[in-house]
């Protein structure tokens, strides 16, 4: 130490390299003999240097860099250790998201990053970056396009109106006109709407194939439209509470009449003596039917003889159920 003062200082101060040894005086430890007033100590500690005891250990991809990657010169002392020093800000986020890096990043890989403690994926939030990696000029898209500078990461659907409008200004005044301005209502990056097939999720035949999207789709709402029948059409005075809602087993999409009699699983000549009359078994409304208008149905002998199958009261009184073909199963 009477010769070396600077490292004197560090151990005297415990910062720097040495400083931060667990045994800083055991110099032969890591330092061989001088061989010569031209010799580098310093070239026979870096064989053995563990890194790991010294303020930045070489974790991840770190582990695999040469010393003169970080330390020009075989300058050792107060390499500034911050990522920004070495990398330089990656233009996507260039001037959002701050310069300390180990927030979202590890040594690791830059991908995948952690953001608020959760590996980031922007997919997550509803909108992929899939067709917003490129400006309009085929320029890099920077993460700023869309967000606010200032760290800040707020969005509102003005930034994508103001950046299409800037492309194609008729086409996004209709296109407001049409559909408003919750442009994140139909578009997740991909378009939502790209490539939809209507007859996957609700067929749009006959009548309904003239409609326009707002006829069914109030407000441009697109979720949550319903798919039966009574959900856009009132039931009819003619057979208001007689029929159901099932209009579908009647009517078809390509109009309300004719209006044939599409499901119905029960024998129409049960009985074996032709087609019996529709309010036989539909006494009072054709969404009800009942068996006892004809046949004797005494509680207690009918529960003996289904006993074995634990039915509930009210499944008991339902017998076409499981008498679907009108016939007594064995």
């Known amino acids: 130490m009477a010769c070396h003062k600077d490292i004197q200082d560090q151990l005297t101060q415990a910062n720097g390299m040495h400083g931060n040894l667990s045994t800083p005086r055991a110099c032969a430890s890591c330092h061989k003999d001088h061989r010569g007033r031209d010799f580098d100590p310093a070239i026979t500690a870096l064989s053995s240097f563990d890194h790991s005891k010294t303020i930045f250990p070489l974790t991840g991809k770190h582990g695999m860099l040469i010393c003169h990657q970080c330390h020009a010169d075989n300058n050792f002392g107060a390499t500034d250790t911050t990522c920004v020093a070495c990398h330089s800000e990656p233009a ?16 690791f890989d830059w991908r995948p990053a952690k953001f ?9 939030t509803r909108f992929t970056l899939a067709r ?8 890099a898209m920077a993460c700023t396009a869309c967000h606010a500078t200032g760290n800040s990461l707020t969005f509102t659907a003005a930034t994508c109106i103001t950046c299409h409008n800037q492309h194609d200004r008729g086409f996004m005044t209709q296109h407001i006109q049409q559909y408003g301005q919750d442009c994140l209502m139909c578009h997740d990056g991909v378009d939502r709407l790209h490539g939809f097939d209507h007859q996957v999720v609700f067929p749009l035949d006959g009548k309904h194939g003239g409609l326009q999207c707002t006829d069914c789709h109030k407000n441009n709402q697109f979720r949550g439209t319903p798919a039966h029948c009574d959900g856009c059409h009132k039931e009819p005075v003619l057979h208001a509470g007689f029929f159901g809602t099932r209009c579908d087993y009647c009517h078809t999409p390509r109009g309300w009449r004719p209006a044939p009699l599409k499901a119905h699983t029960f024998p129409l000549d049960h009985g074996g003596k032709g087609e019996v009359s529709c309010k036989t078994c539909h006494a009072t409304t054709y969404a009800q039917n009942r068996c006892d208008t004809c046949h004797e149905h005494d509680a207690e002998p009918t529960a003996r003889s289904h006993a074995r199958l634990n039915l509930s009261p009210a499944e008991l009184a339902h017998c076409t159920q499981c008498h679907l073909d009108g016939k007594v199963k064995k």
């Open 92 to 107: 996507a986020h260039l001037g959002l998201l701050g310069g300390d890096c180990t927030s979202c990043h590890t040594t």
């Open 116 to 124: 608020e403690d959760r590996t980031f994926d922007h997919r997550l």
């Open 132 to 139: 917003h990696a490129l400006n309009f000029d085929e320029t």
